[in-house]
């Protein structure tokens, strides 16, 4: 179960987009669309931002999307707020009843 | 709303054994299948655990495989992570989290602390 791999830091000026991308294997993220990312501010739990590669929950802003090639999902942050600033993890589910996170991306609002 | 509360992270020598607790409310428990995950200080999350909703079917983290053990109680709506053979690598917040039913985690206790240290 090797963690997925996400760059260690990204980050944007205000208004504009960035993307995180995360790079597994043919086993998880490349056999399943069983995909997630999830938003960390420091000392707070994760939430939950996008799932099965593109779906937002309830009350997460459109600015966040999400979508998958190959072996390399990637989440997508429009319009860049002082808010995003955060760290990201994705999250694949693999083959039997495992799961597998990135090392997670801190996003800096320039 | 749903709520997810842990408990019973502490300080433990290495080799020793130690009990988290997750009480939950807010929605059906019994429906739901559960992970216990864990971040080290300064480090990613890493998927520890997985119970079926009905208790039939646990899968572990290559990581804690063999020492830790998933058990829930739907009749109290709760469940646990007993955790043996302690290792300093262990130390990290343990989060009970729900499966949202599409793969994914979609809600997340507020996190327990445990150190393991001489």
């Known amino acids: 179960q090797s963690a997925l791999t996400q760059p260690a830091s990204v980050s944007g000026s205000p208004g504009q987009s960035i993307a995180i991308s995360c790079t597994g294997t043919?086993?998880?993220?490349?056999?399943?669309?069983?995909v997630s990312w999830y938003q960390q501010h420091p000392g707070k739990a994760p939430k939950l931002m996008i799932y099965?590669?593109?779906n937002r929950p309830s009350g997460v802003s459109n600015r966040f999307s999400g979508s998958k090639s190959g072996n390399t999902a990637s989440l997508t942050i429009s319009g860049l707020q002082a808010e995003d600033e955060a760290d990201y993890f994705c999250s694949s589910y693999t083959s039997r009843t495992t799961w597998v996170f990135g090392a997670g991306t801190k996003v800096t609002v320039l | 709303q749903v709520q997810l509360v842990e408990s019973g992270g502490g300080v433990v020598q290495p080799g020793g054994s130690l009990t988290l607790s997750c009480a939950a409310s807010g929605f059906t428990f019994r429906s739901f299948d559960m992970h216990w995950a864990r971040q080290a200080p300064g480090k990613g999350l890493e998927w520890v655990a997985f119970i079926r909703h009905d208790g039939s079917d646990t899968d572990y983290g290559d990581s804690v495989k063999g020492r830790f053990t998933m058990s829930r109680d739907n009749g109290k709506s709760t469940v646990s992570l007993q955790m043996n053979s302690l290792r300093v690598e262990d130390t990290a917040v343990y989060y009970c989290?729900?499966?949202?039913?599409?793969?994914?985690?979609?809600?997340w206790g507020q996190g327990n602390l445990v150190i393991v240290s001489s």
């Open positions: 099965e590669v593109t």
């Open positions: 043919s086993s998880d993220i490349g056999a399943y669309n069983h």
């Open positions: 989290v729900r499966d949202g039913t599409n793969y994914e985690f979609d809600f």
